[in-house]
Each structure stands twice: as C-alpha cells, then as structure tokens.
C-alpha cells in the first residue's frame, strides 16, 4: 500500500502531509515534466514544435473556457491580467504571470486532461523563456499584455470563437517574437 501511495504522489494524483495523511488535491493532477523535458533533449524539440503543440492544446483550450468558466476562474484570469500589467517593469515577473495566465485559461476549460497536458508543457516553455525574457522591450511586454487582455474579454464575454481566434493570433506573434530573439545573439556574433 505504502509504495502505491508514493507512486500516486509521485505521479502528481495524491498529496501526502506529515501528520495529516494522503489527501487528492483540488485541481488537475500535476503531472510531472521531468518525462517531456528528457524527450525534449534527446529528439532536440524545435521552438516551432512547442509552438505547434501549444496551439493545438491552448486554442481549444481557450474556446472551452469561454463555454465553461466558472465566475471564479474569471476572477483569476482577470488577476493575471492586471499582474501582467502591474509586471511589465520585471520581465521575469512577467513571465511567471504569463505562463499562470495560459493555466488559468486550461483550468477553466473544465477539463482536467487539457489542464494537466498545458500544465506539463507550460514548466518546459517557462525554462525555455527564462532565457529570452529579459530581452523584451517595452513594446513586446505592452502588445503580449493587451493579448491576453483580450483573450480575457472574449472569454469572460462567453465568446468561443473569438477566444480561440485570440489565443491562436497571440501564439503566432509569441512564436515570432521567439524566433526574432533567437536569432540576435547569433547576428551580434557574426558581427564581431
């Protein structure tokens, strides 16, 4: 029994507490990215590749939230957005609110199969991020903000065909934006 639980534990289904005893956590199962990120190093993932994949999960993702949100995933959406707004000062800081808000949106899609899988890719997109962060400029924080804005709005306002129009285009500009930041510190050493 005892290795069973530390299997389910280990699989992100139960949460065991000194103490307190084995408990199912509220939420999607946190499935570890231990697995993604190994295959990530050894078949050499592309950025267009996490990108792809991430549409294909978000865009629909975001159409489901739009039919199933509840008022408090609403609420936390709307956090998030006023924390990427409150954030644009600490590219870091925005990052992290950024990826909680691509969550959020899986979350409230009201299927914990979507969340748990947006939810192992987001730990593997935020370790290729932290890298790239730091050089967004004010412009690139501003126009990612008003993306999820308005991701939000088509969300909150029920609107399922603008919330996946509005994820897919911000996931366009995201990934152009990537391959533009990629590409400079390669044009700064052909320089040299």
Do not use: W
Request: contains cysteine; charged residues 25%.
């Amino acid at each position: 029994m005892r290795m069973g639980l530390h299997a389910l534990a280990a699989m992100g289904c139960v949460q065991s507490r000194h103490g307190a005893g084995t408990f199912i956590p509220a939420g999607p199962p946190a499935l570890d990215s231990g697995a993604l990120s190994l295959q990530a190093a050894l078949h050499d993932f592309t950025h267009t590749q996490m990108y792809d994949a991430r549409r294909i999960l978000e865009v629909g993702a975001a159409g489901l939230a739009a039919e199933c949100a509840t008022p408090e995933q609403l609420a936390s959406l709307a956090e998030e957005v006023a924390n990427l707004f409150a954030s644009m000062d600490n590219p870091q800081r925005f990052l992290v609110h950024d990826i909680n808000f691509h969550r959020q949106v899986a979350a409230a899609s009201g299927n914990p199969i979507i969340a748990a899988v947006v939810e192992m890719v987001s730990a593997l997109y935020y370790e290729q991020r932290r890298e790239t962060a730091e050089q967004a400029s004010d412009r690139d924080l501003r126009d990612a903000a008003d993306a999820h804005r308005e991701i939000y709005q088509a969300i909150r306002a029920r609107d399922a065909e603008a919330a996946r129009r509005a994820m897919n285009e911000h996931l366009l500009r995201a990934r152009a934006y990537q391959a533009q930041e990629r590409e400079k510190p390669t044009a700064r050493l052909k320089r040299r």
